[in-house]
């Protein structure tokens, strides 16, 4: 069998032998996904295995200190923590109910995959580790108060539980937290070695940490201080640029050894009074293990307790995998150029580390010429993703493009994929926001959108005027977008908080191109000429939306 990729002819084993109809096309090929399918997965052998792989473990690691309790948000994660594993409409068990009625609770299934273990920690200036086995009639506490050199203080045979056996006691502990911690005031929690005590129970097995913090950590080692203090005079200052990267080593340690273990980390951050978190170097860890950060600026409680809750549900219950490597391949004449969004690649070339993947996960891949290209002969493109499901499963999905090589810059242009593009100029923007002036970024990206529509009109557009506006089919969307870009959060001029500059700029790197489009061009829904049934469910339980209508004044009616 010869590879597209570099043609060179493999030998196969005897197994994979199979005859050919009179057209030459194999007779099993409807029988074999790889052949038929661009993208399918196979399980792979010990060989590729870094350690054995086992069905994911959720560590929730929450915030007790003060602001958390006494501002609501440590109630608002606990509830969307109990309608993550549980949904939206099982009973919770009462402490006095009898036990009969908990045993019929307990016997319920979770939202989690089959397999599936959950843990908790909580934290302040010290360390809680909880054991909620169904063997004990309620939660156990462990305080570790050790901050110098963090441990687990429970094994994590005892930490993780099926949540479905032990649903009684993780009902109680997570409805019990916010009372239990409310006239514990500690103003200040810890936030460094909490992480590296949780990264301890998961070193064997990786998994998912999710945590939650509600202030800036000030405590301990690894302790942060207010770096912006809102005395900036200018967003290209370099006093303005260091404080969009993480100086603390002890972050950068820590999120190498969390991509070794194959543990990613979700972060979700309240400001409740609008104060400031760091999240520059907070979320540094999430980027990189390939996590996400949610961030809630002026948190209110219950105003923002649904989107946190609806949050925390779709980030546990989706799709996902952890302990993650990727590679991209292309046939001779491409060579891969560049890649773009949030893992661990430690040097041109090497895999794409990713210690969490889920399916939202976004990336661009750009590539370049090394070579002459055939016309006669396509191109070939393949990405080869090893990670480890949400079951417990070690497999290798591999997805492969073919595409047509053209002579014509016209062919190329006609067939265009304008959120592709628009993608990867975003994520190679935001990814310079700390390392060059945000002015030098927003004038690239007008340069850039430029010299596209500029060599279109040139070389692919003849026989209009020279004065004419000319753009491509496939483009012509494409400046209002990079208008949107350059209006965004993350590259925008002017005064903006930090902490929400550096969480747009990392969110932007993770989306993929439909995602990307809304967000820098998002529609409006008119809600002032509702049809009667619109706002409700309809007959299959889907909510019926009003038609979006595009953001422009044209499309705004006065007193709507």
């Given at each position: 069998?010869?590879?597209?990729?570099?043609?060179?002819?493999?030998?196969?084993?005897?197994?994979?032998?199979?005859?050919?109809?009179?057209?030459?096309?194999?007779?099993?090929?409807?029988?074999?996904?790889?052949?038929?399918?661009?993208?399918?997965?196979?399980?792979?052998?010990?060989?590729?295995?870094?350690?054995?792989?086992?069905?994911?473990?959720?560590?929730?690691?929450?915030?007790?200190?003060?602001?958390?309790?006494?501002?609501?948000?440590?109630?608002?994660?606990?509830?969307?923590?109990?309608?993550?594993?549980?949904?939206?409409?099982?009973?919770?068990?009462?402490?006095?109910?009898?036990?009969?009625?908990?045993?019929?609770?307990?016997?319920?299934?979770?939202?989690?995959?089959?397999?599936?273990?959950?843990?908790?920690?909580?934290?302040?200036?010290?360390?809680?580790?909880?054991?909620?086995?169904?063997?004990?009639?309620?939660?156990?506490?462990?305080?570790?108060?050790?901050?110098?050199?963090?441990?687990?203080?429970?094994?994590?045979?005892?930490?993780?539980?099926?949540?479905?056996?032990?649903?009684?006691?993780?009902?109680?502990?997570?409805?019990?937290?916010?009372?239990?911690?409310?006239?514990?005031?500690?103003?200040?929690?810890?936030?460094?070695?909490?992480?590296?005590?949780?990264?301890?129970?998961?070193?064997?097995?990786?998994?998912?940490?999710?945590?939650?913090?509600?202030?800036?950590?000030?405590?301990?080692?690894?302790?942060?201080?207010?770096?912006?203090?809102?005395?900036?005079?200018?967003?290209?200052?370099?006093?303005?640029?260091?404080?969009?990267?993480?100086?603390?080593?002890?972050?950068?340690?820590?999120?190498?050894?969390?991509?070794?273990?194959?543990?990613?980390?979700?972060?979700?951050?309240?400001?409740?009074?609008?104060?400031?978190?760091?999240?520059?170097s907070i979320g540094y860890i999430a980027e990189k293990t390939g996590g996400e950060t949610y961030y809630y600026p002026n948190w209110s409680y219950p105003r923002d307790t649904l989107r946190l809750r609806k949050e925390l549900e779709h980030n546990v219950q989706r799709e996902q995998g952890f302990a993650s490597l990727m590679k991209v391949r292309c046939s001779n004449g491409l060579q891969v150029a560049h890649y773009s969004g949030n893992f661990t690649q430690h040097t041109f070339g090497a895999d794409l580390e990713l210690a969490s993947i889920?399916?939202?996960?976004?990336?661009?891949?750009?590539?370049?010429?090394?070579?002459?290209?055939?016309?006669?002969?396509?191109?070939?493109?393949?990405?080869?993703?090893?990670?480890?499901?949400?079951?417990?499963?070690?497999?290798?999905?591999?997805?492969?493009?073919?595409?047509?090589?053209?002579?014509?810059?016209?062919?190329?242009?006609?067939?265009?994929?304008?959120?592709?593009?628009?993608?990867?100029?975003?994520?190679?923007?935001?990814?310079?926001?700390?390392?060059?002036?945000?002015?030098?970024?927003?004038?690239?990206?007008?340069?850039?959108?430029?010299?596209?529509?500029?060599?279109?009109?040139?070389?692919?557009?003849?026989?209009?005027?020279?004065?004419?506006?000319?753009?491509?089919?496939?483009?012509?969307?494409?400046?209002?977008?990079?208008?949107?870009?350059?209006?965004?959060?993350?590259?925008?001029?002017?005064?903006?908080?930090?902490?929400?500059?550096?969480?747009?700029?990392?969110?932007?790197?993770?989306?993929?191109?439909?995602?990307?489009?809304?967000?820098?061009?998002?529609?409006?829904?008119?809600?002032?000429?509702?049809?009667?049934?619109?706002?409700?469910?309809?007959?299959?339980?889907?909510?019926?939306?009003?038609?979006?209508?595009?953001?422009?004044?044209?499309?705004?009616?006065?007193?709507?």
């Open positions: 069998m010869t590879c597209n990729l570099c043609g060179h002819p493999n030998e196969v084993g005897p197994e994979y032998f199979a005859p050919t109809d009179p057209s030459g096309i194999r007779v099993d090929r409807a029988q074999r996904p790889e052949l038929t399918l661009g993208t399918c997965e196979f399980l792979v052998p010990k060989e590729y295995w870094s350690k054995p792989p086992v069905p994911m473990r959720y560590l929730f690691v929450l915030d007790t200190s003060a602001e958390s309790c006494s501002r609501g948000f440590l109630q608002g994660v606990c509830d969307g923590v109990l309608a993550a594993l549980y949904g939206d409409d099982l009973t919770i068990p009462d402490e006095d109910e009898d036990e009969d009625d908990e045993e019929e609770v307990e016997q319920q299934p979770s939202k989690l995959p089959p397999g599936a273990r959950v843990g908790f920690i909580t934290f302040d200036r010290e360390m809680h580790f909880y054991n909620v086995s169904a063997l004990l009639s309620s939660p156990q506490q462990l305080v570790m108060s050790d901050l110098e050199d963090p441990f687990a203080a429970i094994s994590p045979e005892h930490l993780f539980v099926d949540p479905a056996e032990c649903k009684s006691n993780i009902v109680k502990l997570l409805k019990q937290t916010p009372q239990m911690f409310y006239n514990i005031k500690h103003a200040e929690p810890a936030l460094l070695p909490i992480l590296q005590a949780a990264l301890a129970t998961l070193n064997d097995t990786g998994g998912k940490i999710i945590c939650s913090l509600g202030s800036l950590p000030t405590y301990g080692p690894g302790k942060l201080f207010v770096r912006d203090k809102g005395t900036t005079t200018t967003e290209d200052s370099d006093q303005h640029k260091a404080l969009l990267k993480t100086e603390y080593v002890g972050f950068k340690k820590l999120q190498a050894d969390l991509v070794k273990a194959g543990a990613g980390i979700d972060f979700f951050l309240a400001a409740p009074a609008g104060g400031y978190l760091d999240i520059a889920t399916q939202e996960t976004g990336m661009s891949v750009t590539f370049s010429y090394d070579g002459k290209l055939d016309s006669k002969q396509d191109a070939h493109f393949q990405s080869a993703l090893l990670y480890t499901t949400s079951t417990g499963q070690r497999r290798v999905r591999c997805s492969n493009i073919v595409a047509r090589v053209s002579e014509s810059a016209r062919d190329a242009m006609r067939f265009v994929d304008q959120d592709a593009v628009l993608s990867i100029m975003a994520k190679e923007s935001v990814a310079k926001v700390g390392d060059r002036s945000l002015k030098d970024i927003r004038q690239a990206l007008q340069d850039k959108t430029v010299e596209i529509l500029a060599g279109y009109r040139k070389h692919s557009s003849g026989g209009h005027a020279s004065g004419q506006l000319v753009l491509p089919e496939g483009l012509k969307e494409f400046a209002m977008y990079s208008l949107g870009l350059l209006k965004s959060r993350a590259i925008k001029g002017g005064r903006e908080p930090t902490d929400r500059r550096i969480q747009e700029a990392r969110m932007l790197k993770g989306m993929g191109p439909a995602e990307t489009s809304l967000y820098l061009y998002p529609r409006m829904l008119a809600v002032h000429n509702l049809e009667p049934g619109e706002g409700f469910a309809d007959d299959t339980g889907h909510l019926k939306m009003p038609a979006a209508i595009r953001t422009s004044f044209a499309c705004i009616e006065e007193g709507g």
